[in-house]
């Protein structure tokens, strides 16, 4: 059983930064896509970076280009969202997704993605 864990959200003022982390566990990963997804309060959960688990390519959403990056660990097993300059519109729940296949491909749709951690959530103060 796959098992995929965030971690490193919180409270964190306009223009600050955060490293989410996300431990997997549960099988290994080749070239399996590996992203993030964010939820706002209220709204659909929505694509904000993916990578693939040899490390190329990547992929970001518009709104977080240049602020954003997504890389991983493979001696940890842990993928990572480096996230600077943040607003508020970056507030939400924050999720660590990952394909079953190992395909060398980048996925940004939602049902491309097989396994799912619970969450860590980020709210950005003014």
């Known amino acids: 059983q796959v098992h995929l864990v965030e971690s490193g959200g919180g409270l964190v003022q306009a223009g600050g930064s955060l490293r989410l982390s996300c431990a997997a566990s549960?099988?290994?990963?080749?070239?399996?896509?590996m992203g993030w997804f964010r939820q706002a309060p209220g709204k659909t959960r929505k694509f904000v970076a993916s990578?693939?688990?040899?490390?190329?390519?990547?992929d970001y959403a518009d709104s977080v280009k240049g602020r954003f990056t997504i890389s991983r660990n493979k001696a940890k097993n842990t993928v990572y969202l480096q996230i600077t300059s943040l607003r508020g519109e970056d507030t939400g729940d924050y999720y660590c997704?990952?394909?079953?296949?190992?395909?060398?491909?980048?996925?940004?749709?939602?049902?491309?993605?097989?396994?799912w951690g619970q969450g860590t959530q980020v709210t950005v103060s003014s």
């Open positions: 997704t990952a394909a079953a296949d190992c395909s060398y491909y980048i996925y940004a749709g939602l049902d491309q993605y097989d396994y």
């Open positions: 549960g099988r290994a990963f080749s070239s399996n896509a």
């Open positions: 990578l693939n688990w040899n490390g190329a390519p990547t």
